[in-house]
Each structure stands twice: as structure tokens, then as C-alpha cells.
């Protein structure tokens, strides 16, 4: 018989009921270590004080209004973002996959309104944009994709990295070209800086829009406030989701004014996109996560946390290959299954998370402590050790 929750998840048998900080409570009592966040959205972990107070404080004054009246905390969001960012405007999702979706629709319609017939949106494999129509399209996997056709069309998938490929396909009929910065459903794997500023010379080269898909590695997650700040470049379209919410499901859309020419009134809209309580609670991610303090404490705890990840990968050499990624978005890339390594975290009251290319992923809350961080090698080295014992 069917689950009563549809089952499109393997789901562990782990039942959290707290969370403080790096930390998640088990229904029996144990203490997990959350090295998932979520999957990058407990960006300052879990109940943090400042956001359950911007949440429990909107929530005591109005929790939803529509997008027919003005906004207070969605405008103040806005603002900050336009302040913060190359954005001249921006919009509000509850997810990176509605994020996808008028990211696409805007790229087209700006195209539209400019007479031109480009429609075409050139994608990377191993991306992952979501699991609408859009999405799963521009991330044209077979495993997302089959049996869900006919997809929309007008999207090229090209391979990560293959530079030659990229110059032949671009050309004056590419609308845009969607990427992430960090893949990270793909494996944790960075587009270079070099890279990143090549495709935005492409891009001008050729009159496409560049989009960035910053869902996941967005809102200080590499460092920057944005990955693409490392790189120098400026994207037209960006699509924000996870972090920038903290665990309350916002997202966002930032765009040029140029971008958004063709997004006039009525030609996209959301009933909760931007809504009081995700934006008191975006509001107060922003206000500590943007800071210099913040972000250069960021890059301090990445930096401790790679380092003692390499020495952990020199210390498990038959289960462990190597450590990527940027900031503290980072890939233990196996050499035993991954999710068998996932699965001894949880015998170590650890939570990493699984990923393509034989991953598993650390996206911890961006202030975790740093004895958390030597508490997590311990747990990670505890959890090898197991693996090659058994
Ligand atoms: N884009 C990226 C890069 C993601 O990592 C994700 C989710 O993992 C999405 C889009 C979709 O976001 P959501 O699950 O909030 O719809």
C-alpha cells in the first residue's frame, strides 16, 4: 500500500524533533551533528534567536498579504538586495524551482519584447534547477526527466567544462545561458574564476543574458555574499533560494532593469511570493550574513574546516579521494559508495548529504562553531574507520 506521504524520497529512518545550532535532536534523545543544513538552508542553523524573533514578531502583526497591496518587509528585502548586489530588481519565489521558472520566462520574454526569435537557454550537465517543467528541462537528466515528456523545449545541455563545446553552441540565437556557479546537486564542482569571466565574454560577445543559478551556493555560502563575486563577473538574472530564507522558504529572482524589461504588470505573479513572514525572517538572514564580520569569519571556518578535511582524507586513503569545492560548500569526493559513507555518518550521529559523482556533501551552518567543526572530523574519521573495519 502506498505511503501516506508520497514516497519520491528514500527517506533514513531519523525523526529530528529540535534543533539547536550545528545541531539536530533525535525523537529518542541522540544528538546529530548537522553537516547538511537542510541541504544549504539553515544557513545561521537551527533556531537561531534572531530570526525566530523576526519571525514570531511578524507573526504577532500580519502573516500573509497579497501582492495587490504593498509589502513593508518585501520592499526593505528588495532594497537591501538591490544595495547589496548588481540587481536592479528583484522578485519573490518560495523556492529555487519557482526562482527557475521566471528566470526562464523572463530571459524569453525580454527577447520577445526586443522582436528578436531567441529563445534557446543553454544548460550544463550535472546542473539541477529544480524539479518543475523548467527545471527538470534545463537540467535535461535522464533520471529527472523520463516519462515526464513531452519536456519543454529550447534548451542545448552542453558538458561541464567543455569549452570548445560552449563557442560552438553559443551564437546570436542563444537567448541565455543558465548556470551554477558551484553544482551542487552535481558533485560540489565549481565553474573557475577564469571560467565564469570567459562565459560572461561570451555571453556580451554573442547579446545572451547570462543567469546564475546561486540557490545553493548563494547568501555566503562560498564567502562572498554571491559566488560570482570571486569571479569579478555580474550576472543579468540570478535565481536565490535556501539560505536567504534560513529555513523559511523564500526565494528570489534579482535582475537587471535591462533583464526585466519585458516583465510588465501581469505577466508573472505569486500568492505567497514575498510574503511577510519569509520576508522579516530574509530580512534577518541578510542583516548578519551581509556583513564583512560575517563573511570573513566564513572564509576563516572554511579555511579550518578544509584544512582538517584534507588531513581526514590523507588519514582514510581507501575511502576518501579528495576534498572540493569553495567556502563552506564542500565535496568529500569516495572511494567507496557515497551513500554508504552517509549511512556511517549515521551510525556516528552525523548528517552529510549524498551527491552526483560519488559526493558527499558539507553545507554546515555557516556559524558553526569551532569545535564543531574538530567534533565533525572526529565524527567523519570515526564513521571511514567503520567502513573499512566492517
Ligand atoms: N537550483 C539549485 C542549484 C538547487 O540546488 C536547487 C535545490 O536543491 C534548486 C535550484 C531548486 O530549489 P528548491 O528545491 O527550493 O525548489
Not at 104 to 110: E, H, L, N, T, W
Not at 278 to 293: K, S
Request: overall charge negative; proline content about 4%.
Amino acid at each position: 500500500m502506498i505511503s501516506s506521504v508520497l514516497p519520491t524520497y528514500s527517506r533514513a529512518p531519523l525523526s529530528f524533533v529540535q534543533g539547536e545550532g550545528s545541531w539536530l535532536v533525535e525523537a529518542d534523545g541522540r544528538r546529530f551533528l548537522d553537516l547538511g543544513a537542510g541541504i544549504a538552508v539553515n544557513a545561521l542553523g537551527h533556531a537561531h534567536p534572531a530570526l525566530t524573533a523576526a519571525l514570531t514578531q511578524q507573526a504577532g502583526q500580519v502573516w500573509h498579504l497579497s501582492n495587490l497591496y504593498q509589502i513593508p518587509a518585501q520592499q526593505t528585502l528588495a532594497d537591501k538586495l538591490v544595495d547589496l548586489t548588481f540587481a536592479d530588481t528583484v522578485f519573490f519565489t518560495n523556492s529555487g524551482t519557482e526562482a527557475c521558472e521566471l528566470a526562464v520566462k523572463m530571459a524569453r520574454k525580454y527577447w520577445f519584447e526586443k522582436g528578436e526569435d531567441r529563445t534557446e537557454i543553454i544548460t550544463f550537465d550535472g546542473s539541477f534547477h529544480g524539479r518543475s517543467a523548467a527545471g527538470i528541462a534545463a537540467a535535461g537528466s535522464e533520471k529527472m526527466t523520463r516519462g515526464f515528456g513531452p519536456l519543454l523545449g529550447g534548451f542545448t545541455h552542453l558538458a561541464f567544462g567543455d569549452h570548445d563545446a560552449l563557442t560552438a553552441a553559443i551564437s546570436d540565437k542563444t537567448a541565455a545561458v543558465l548556470i551554477e556557479p558551484v553544482q551542487g546537486e552535481g558533485g560540489i564542482r565549481p565553474v573557475p574564476d577564469q571560467c565564469l569571466k570567459g562565459l560572461r565574454d561570451l555571453c556580451d560577445e554573442h547579446g545572451a543574458l547570462l543567469i546564475l543559478d546561486e540557490v545553493q551556493c548563494g547568501v555566503g555560502r562560498t564567502g562572498k555574499l554571491f559566488a560570482h563575486e570571486w569571479a569579478g563577473i555580474t550576472p543579468d538574472i540570478m535565481m536565490v533560494a535556501k539560505g536567504i530564507g534560513g529555513g523559511f522558504p523564500l526565494g528570489a529572482v534579482l535582475a537587471t532593469e535591462n533583464a526585466a524589461l519585458g516583465m510588465t504588470a501581469g505577466t508573472h505573479g505569486s500568492t505567497y511570493g514575498g510574503n511577510p513572514l519569509g520576508c522579516a525572517v530574509g530580512n534577518a538572514v541578510l542583516d548578519i550574513i551581509a556583513t564583512d564580520a560575517f563573511l570573513s569569519e566564513v572564509n576563516r571556518k572554511a579555511g579550518l574546516l578544509r584544512q582538517k578535511l584534507e588531513g581526514l582524507v590523507a588519514d582514510n586513503p581507501e575511502v576518501f579521494e579528495s576534498v572540493r569545492g569553495a567556502g563552506l560548500m564542500l565535496g568529500l569526493k569516495c572511494k567507496v559508495t557515497n551513500s554508504d559513507v552517509v549511512q556511517a555518518g549515521y551510525g556516528q550521529a552525523i548528517l552529510t548529504v549524498p551527491a552526483a559523482d560519488n559526493v558527499i556533501r558539507l553545507l554546515p551552518a555557516l556559524n558553526i562553531a569551532d569545535d564543531d567543526i574538530a567534533t565533525a572530523i572526529n565524527k567523519l574519521d570515526a564513521a571511514a574507520k567503520s567502513l573499512v573495519k566492517s
